[in-house]
T-cell receptor, first 112, second 115 residues
Framework: QKEVEQDPGPLSVPEGAIVSLNCTYS??????FMWYRQYSRKGPELLMY????GNKEDGRFTAQVDKSSKYISLFIRDSQPSDSATYLC????????????FGAGTRLFVKA | DAEITQSPRHKITETGRQVTLACHQT?????MFWYRQDLGHGLRLIHY???????NKGEVSDGYSVSRSNTEDLPLTLESAASSQTSVYFC??????????????FGEGSWLTVV
């Protein structure tokens, strides 16, 4: 079993839709959670990070963490064609040294 | 603005040749990483460094080496390039904050083709 599971998609939605992207993880030591956006032929770009359970909002993006269920989500409101990209979740733990694991990424297409 | 610069951005090389990918960061981060990204495998860690003169193997380190002589640079060397090393390579850096957060910042990638 992988430490982080993320549905690769592709996920196709119409412009203006609410998008929900999700990851599950198995290691309860993970305490820091990140979401990255990666456009084609570009490096991953940090979108949001959060330390704790609950919601964190930044503009049209909301990151949600449920540590009890080991489940994290990224919601995109009013999705735009420019949101079309691959979204990677990531999580890290500090256990002597730190360890960061990335999900495989979900490919999102937002149709105009 | 701080950034991570990788060079070359694209390279084609022949099997058996030695190749070095350069990475330079201006974040002044102690931690630096090299990842490769392949379809079906996501990002896989090749080598990482927690500071000058420190290097560590990641999950796919065979055939690769790194050296860290200063804070800013972590070059990745493919000692004898193989077709299986055709991939896109990302350099990254991070700094641990006082809450245990470890935000990783990536370069734009180096596309390597081994023929």
């Amino acid at each position: 079993q992988k430490e982080v599971e993320q549905d690769p998609g592709p996920l196709s939605v119409p412009e203006g839709a609410i998008v929900s992207l999700n990851c599950t993880y198995s290691n309860s030591a993970f305490q820091y959670f990140m979401w990255y956006r990666q456009y084609s032929r570009k490096g991953p770009e940090l979108l949001m990070y959060t330390y704790s359970s609950g919601n964190k909002e930044d503009g049209r993006f909301t990151a949600q963490v449920d540590k009890s269920s080991k489940y994290i989500s990224l919601f995109i409101r009013d999705s735009q064609p420019s949101d079309s990209a691959t979204y990677l979740c990531a999580m890290s733990a500090y256990t002597g040294g730190f360890k960061t694991i990335f999900g495989a990424g979900t490919r999102l297409f937002v149709k105009a | 603005d701080a950034e991570i610069t990788q060079s070359p951005r694209h390279k084609i090389t022949e099997t058996g040749r030695q190749v070095t990918l350069a990475c330079h960061q201006t974040w002044n981060h102690n931690n630096m990483f090299w990842y490769r990204q392949d379809l079906g495998h996501g990002l896989r860690l090749i080598h990482y460094s927690y500071g000058v003169h420190d290097t560590n193997k990641g999950e796919v380190s065979d055939g690769y080496s790194v050296s860290r002589s200063n804070t800013e640079d972590l070059p990745l060397t493919l000692e004898s390039a193989a077709s299986s090393q055709t991939s896109v390579y990302f350099c990254a850096s991070s700094e641990l904050d006082d809450r245990g957060g470890n935000t990783i910042y990536f370069g734009e990638g180096s596309w390597l083709t081994v023929v």
